[in-house]
């Protein structure tokens, strides 16, 4: 006897079933492990946060008025610049390396396609983590001018003390008004407000105007008892010292934001480089 034909599935069949394998693959197994990312962010910020404020009390730590072998200015700042480096480094190639670690093992899919998964998963631990530590620090710093407005709001003298101390120009106007000892009087804030008005005019300008600076002597000579000549060259040394201490500050902010660009840039690569890393560990696992 001859056994009986097995029926043979139809050449749609077989194209419909393999049309659907590729559908069932993907359909469990998706591109992006939010509670990785997730969890790896948060690591990541916490680490950061928990570095700067060891850098901050290293820094403060190296600071003292009563010390003769204290750090100068621009030894903390290149200290600074390096931990924020060092931090973001660490912290993100931490997140990273969690996200990839912990991520859903893929099945059936290229091993490109998996390092770039990884590296993906790095970049996303980094941005949330950054966007997480930012809010943060936004928050405190609001918190914290917002504690200093209620209390200024309660108490107008401390009002006036805040406002000379955070004037970038005071100490220059305190200068441009200093006398020779001769005049008593010293009730001249009206003055003094207006002189940093007529300053910081010229600072926007460029240039401070003859009528302004010829008004800015007179004011100085009724107050400190100069002759008008001397009066002038007084306003001429003080706009440039303004002029000055506007240039360096805008050096300062400009060098900050492109170290910060390096750092963040930094971190940004040492996460993704992580993430590969961890997610290759993960691979590897026997089961």
Known sequence: MQPSPVALPSVIERSATLAQIPGKNEAYSAGVSWAAVI??????????????????????????????MEATAATIGKAAIAWLIVTQI?????????????????????????????????LLV????????????????ASIAGGETQHGANTTAAVDADATILS??????????RSNGSVS??????????????????????????????YLAQMVSARTSLSQPVAENRVSDAFAQA???VENARKALAHLALWIFVAL???????????????????????
Not at 126 to 141: D, N, P, R, Y
């Open 168 to 177: 970038p120009n005071a100490y220059i106007v305190d200068t441009l008004f």
């Open 39 to 68: 969890g790896g962010a948060f690591v990541s910020a916490s680490l950061a946060l928990i570095l700067l404020s060891l850098g901050t009390g290293l820094g403060f730590s190296s600071i003292s008025p009563w010390s003769n």
């Open 185 to 214: 009087d010293r009730n001249d804030a009206s003055g003094r407000a207006e002189a940093e008005r007529i300053l910081a005019h010229a600072m926007r300008q460029g240039s401070i105007p003859a009528e302004d600076k010829t």
């Open 265 to 287: 840039l930094s971190g940004a690569f040492c996460a993704s480089y992580a993430g590969t890393i961890g997610g290759r560990q993960r691979d590897r696992v026997a089961v």
């Open 90 to 122: 660490l912290a993100s190639a931490m997140g990273g390396y969690l996200a990839g670690r912990l991520r859903t093992k893929w099945v059936n899919v290229h091993t490109d396609e998996v390092y770039f998964r990884d590296t993906a998963h790095g």
């Open 126 to 141: 980094w941005a949330l983590g950054l966007a997480v530590t930012a809010a943060f620090l936004a928050s405190a710093a």
């Open 243 to 245: 002029q000055l201490a």
